[in-house]
Structure formats: structure tokens, C-alpha cells
């Protein structure tokens, strides 16, 4: 296949150019995902982009809730072989400096939604434990994920309004992850018709819980996560605390993470709940209360989801779309979502992300039958 400039790196790990991956499976993905917002929740995003070697296939959203309105811009074209190039007009994911430094754009388009923001590293950046998952026979779900949490500078404007991005105020995540996760187009039928679950006992149901938030505090960071099948068996967990780069940027390992979530009455969408884990550096539980602010459907518009042709798949050989829905009709048509969330832990103020999926609407502990 044609040389790239990656290829005159020092970085190959097959005996083929770097446009080549370790396998032929055509779900094999990478992927950048990042989210903004301000303290009040007044405005939130969210922001990815992904490639699909096997596929050939590269894209990207922008999501931004404001004033109860989600507006969404997404793009796709061809990949090619240049892996270096990631821009997706009118979306961009610029990398300055290896986990620490990301630029993030959105060129002027007809939906309103445009920014140039710069990420600053917060914490150093976290790898996370291998995810595993089969349907069947066939391993689905085998990725490595990176999380860090940092602040935001520069610009956004969405419907008309430009909001100038100061770092003491927007804050935010992102994570990198790759490997295999299902994309592009829908399975044949047969294989549809199989259960994905974690491997517990409970997963001839085919349920569970995977529940995911890097938790931002002003000197600290902490990475939660639990992917649990529906008898309370987890297939993985994470409590990490990471304090700041000007704290030192130390991780502990924390103890085993509980959740008590509340959702909103027939919906898989969190209201509110709390994280308690333990903290073997004082013997004590720290329990982190936390209320939803504002959220991102990632059904609408993005590629996540059932409704949207999902990540990876062929719109044409460059293709963009965008729109506008309430966030009444978001919830009319969307189970899948980002809800920001305000923490609250002793006499501190946090912010993060959770995302939580109710795997085939089988987890009885929460209702889900």
C-alpha cells in the first residue's frame, strides 16, 4: 500500500505500513472523544472523531445543548492512508503536544455551531483496563482506552451567541481509545439476534450496567467505572484519584466503587445518585453526591446509537449533516446520552461526564426488566 509520513516513525508494530492494522476484523476503530462546558451547564459538548482503517472510513460530530436545544454537526469522508490527517471538514482534532496539549475546531457551517478551543492536561492522562466482550461466539468489544480531565481555552458559538473559553471556568475530559467495537454498518440478521454480555453468570439474560465518569475537582481527579452484568458480577472496574500536574500528578488506586443511581422515570437517563469508594490513605469512604445539570443525546445526530447511521459508515465520499432538536424531542427518541453532572464531596465542587448503558434493558437492581 503507499507510504505515509507516519510511516518514516519509529512507531510500527507489524511488518506492513502504518495504514495497516494487526487485523482484519472490520470493526477495528480508533478514536478521540472530548467534552466542554461551563460551571453552570449552561453550555455542554461533546466533540469526537474516529477512524476505520478496515473500513475506510474517517469522521466526526459536534454536539452542543444549549437553551434546551441540541445542535449537531457531523462529517465523514474517505480515510485514505494517511492516518496523520485528521480533519473531517468542517470538524478538526489537532494534537500539539502528546497527552497534554489538543486543538479542536469547527470551520463556520449552516448549523451555527463553530469553535477553536485548545485542551490543557489537567492530570496526567490515565490508561484504563482492557474492555472484553463477546456476542456469540465472537469477541465484539476488545479496546484500551486513555482518560485525562483538563481545561479549556479559546472560542464557541452556537446559535448566534460566541462564548469567549477561559480556563478557570471551562473544563472538561477526553479520552483516546482503539481497538475492536462494533461500527459501521448493522450486522447480518442471525448475528443480530445474539446477547452481548460481560461474562457473569447472569449474562444468559444478556443484561448489565456499564457506567463510566471521570470526576474533575479543582486539585484532583477522580476516574470512576464499573461494566457489571445483570446478576452484579463486573467484568472490570476503576477507582483511580489523580491529583493535579501542579499537585504532582500522583495516581492512587482507590478501593471497590458502589453506585446508587436514580434515573429519570422511564428512561435510562440519571437524575442524580452517588459514587462511594473507598480511600485507603485515610481508612474513610469518600461518598460523592451528584446532581445532572444539563446532557448530550448521543442518539441524535451523532453515530452513537439506533437511529443515526453509526460510526463508520459510508455517507459518500465526503459527507456532512447537521440539525436542531429540543431536548423534548431528543428524550422522545434517545436512550443513550452524556449527562453532565455537578459533585459534591465534603465542602468541594466537581464536574464530569457519566455515561451509563442499561445493556438489552436487563439490570433488575434499578428497575430495568
Avoid at 510511516?7 to 476484523?25: A, C, F, M, N, R
Avoid at 444478556?206 to 463510566?212: D, P, R, S
Avoid at 445539570?293 to 439506533?306: A, E, K, M, P, W
Wanted: aromatic fraction near 12%; charge should be negative.
Amino acid at each position: 500500500m503507499p507510504l505515509s509520513p507516519l510511516d518514516d516513525y519509529l512507531v510500527h508494530q507489524i511488518p506492513e505500513t502504518l495504514d495497516h492494522v494487526g487485523t482484519s476484523d472490520r470493526n477495528f476503530y480508533e478514536r478521540y472523544y472530548f467534552n466542554i462546558h461551563d460551571q453552570t451547564g449552561e453550555v455542554f459538548a461533546v466533540i469526537g472523531l474516529g477512524q476505520y482503517p478496515n473500513l475506510n472510513i474517517t469522521d466526526a460530530f459536534a454536539a452542543v445543548m444549549y437553551e434546551g436545544v441540541q445542535h449537531t454537526v457531523r462529517s465523514s469522508r474517505l480515510l485514505g492512508n494517511d492516518r496523520m490527517n485528521t480533519t473531517v471538514a468542517p470538524l478538526g482534532v489537532h494534537l500539539i503536544e502528546g497527552l497534554r496539549t489538543f486543538r479542536v475546531c469547527c470551520a463556520p457551517n449552516e448549523w451555527g455551531v463553530q469553535f477553536d478551543l485548545t485542551f490543557e492536561a489537567g492530570v496526567p492522562a490515565l490508561e484504563e483496563p482492557p474492555t472484553l466482550a463477546r456476542r456469540h461466539t465472537r469477541i465484539v468489544e476488545d479496546t484500551r482506552r486513555l482518560v485525562q480531565t483538563g481545561h479549556w481555552t479559546g472560542t464557541l458559538e452556537v446559535a448566534g451567541r460566541r462564548f469567549d473559553v477561559v480556563p478557570e471556568t471551562w473544563w472538561g475530559a477526553r479520552d483516546h481509545s482503539w481497538g475492536i467495537r462494533a461500527v459501521g454498518e448493522r450486522e447480518a440478521p442471525g448475528f443480530a439476534r445474539t446477547k452481548f454480555g460481560f461474562g457473569g453468570a447472569g449474562d444468559h439474560l444478556g443484561g448489565g450496567l456499564v457506567n463510566w465518569s471521570p470526576i474533575q475537582f479543582p486539585d484532583f481527579s477522580l476516574f470512576y467505572f464499573v461494566y457489571e452484568g445483570s446478576d452484579g458480577i463486573r467484568a472490570g472496574e476503576r477507582a483511580t484519584r489523580v491529583d493535579s500536574l501542579a499537585s504532582g500528578g500522583q495516581p492512587i488506586e482507590m478501593g471497590s466503587p458502589r453506585h446508587n443511581l436514580r434515573f429519570i422515570e422511564g428512561t435510562h437517563l440519571v437524575e442524580g445518585g452517588s459514587i462511594v469508594v473507598p480511600d485507603p490513605t485515610t481508612n474513610r469512604e469518600m461518598n460523592l453526591e451528584f446532581t445532572a445539570l444539563s446532557r448530550v443525546y448521543l442518539d441524535v445526530g451523532t453515530g452513537y446509537g439506533r437511529f443515526d447511521a453509526p460510526h463508520g459508515s459510508y455517507l459518500g465520499d465526503s459527507h456532512v449533516e447537521g440539525g436542531h432538536w429540543k431536548e423534548a424531542e431528543c428524550r422522545e427518541r434517545s436512550d443513550i446520552d452524556s449527562a453532565l453532572l455537578r459533585y459534591r464531596y465534603d465542602d468541594q465542587h466537581g464536574y464530569a461526564v457519566m455515561d451509563t448503558r442499561i445493556v438489552n434493558n436487563y439490570y433488575p437492581r434499578y428497575g430495568f426488566e
